[in-house]
């Protein structure tokens, strides 16, 4: 029996984004972030840095977190701002993320083509991504997030009638 591609699409409006703009790209300076960040408990998911700006030397790090996270991350990165030496911080709590998951994208070609299609045709415009061997994660606006699923659903055709099989356990 053939495996499915994709085998659940999920939305989450419970993360916020926080981008630490203006970084110098130098060896050492996202090392000193994320300690700041996790001297806070905070759990981060996603993390894209951009390549630096040839002309500044500098560069963006953004991820994300729960939402109730973001307050005490931001004071912290703050506080620590001089020593880091970093440009600005922003808060982005409007935000959605989508993910795609199944076992068969590690051998299958062009799923990321085609959830990227499907959201592009939409006018859904992606923010961050991150990948996995069997699982595709894209924030989006949150205001977008329910029309992504929706369309996400249809490209990969998990928007017919049949039944659905939950598998359940003890997990033991």
């Known amino acids: 029996m053939e495996e499915p591609i994709i085998t659940g699409v999920a939305g989450d409006l419970s ?5 630490v703009a203006g970084v110098p790209d130098v060896p050492g300076k996202a090392a000193e972030i994320f300690t700041i960040v ?3 408990g905070a759990n981060i998911d996603m993390i894209v840095q951009n390549i630096s700006a040839a002309s500044t030397g500098l560069t963006d790090i953004s991820f994300t977190l729960p939402k109730v996270e973001g307050e005490k991350v931001l004071a912290s990165l703050r506080a620590e701002q001089n020593a880091v030496g ?3 911080l922003l808060f982005d709590d409007q935000i959605g993320k989508l993910s795609v998951v199944g ?4 051998s299958s070609a062009g799923v990321s083509a085609q959830l990227f299609r499907a959201l592009s045709d939409a006018g859904i415009n992606i923010e961050m991504i ?3 061997e069997i699982r595709i994660s894209v924030v989006t606006r949150a205001d977008t997030l329910q029309q992504a699923m929706r ?3 249809a490209a990969f055709e998990l928007d017919g009638e049949a039944e659905a099989v939950v598998y359940a356990g003890t997990g033991r």
């Open 15 to 19: 993360e916020a984004k926080i981008t």
């Open 103 to 106: 076992a068969g994208m590690r």
């Open 151 to 153: 369309v996400v659903h």
């Open 86 to 88: 970093f440009d600005a």
């Open 38 to 40: 996790a001297k806070t």
């Open 130 to 132: 991150s990948t996995s």
